[in-house]
């Protein structure tokens, strides 16, 4: 037998379940390129992105500096978003 030296032996496979295999692979590659993205996945990480910035000073002079950050300010490497 052909496979005999293998420690598993793989059956013979079709050309086209081949084929087929090969291209659910490449799609699958295709899509989890951080480029592209579905329309809904763009809008969370927009509005993450609107959301993530420093209070505006008008709000420290209001409160009297009580309130001096953002408290919900997040890092891009230390914290997940939770896709």
Do not use: D
């Not at 052909?2 to 086209?16: E, G, I, Q």
């Amino acid at each position: 037998m052909f496979y005999s030296s293998y420690k598993y032996a793989l059956p013979p496979v079709s050309s086209s379940l081949l084929f087929a295999a090969i291209l659910v692979v490449c799609c699958c590659l295709f899509l989890a390129v951080s480029s592209h993205k579905i329309f809904r996945i763009k809008r969370f990480l927009a509005k993450k992105q609107k959301q993530n910035r420093p209070i505006p000073q008008w709000i420290q002079m209001k409160t009297g500096n009580k309130i001096r950050h953002n408290f919900k300010r997040r890092h891009w490497r230390r914290t997940e978003l939770g896709l």
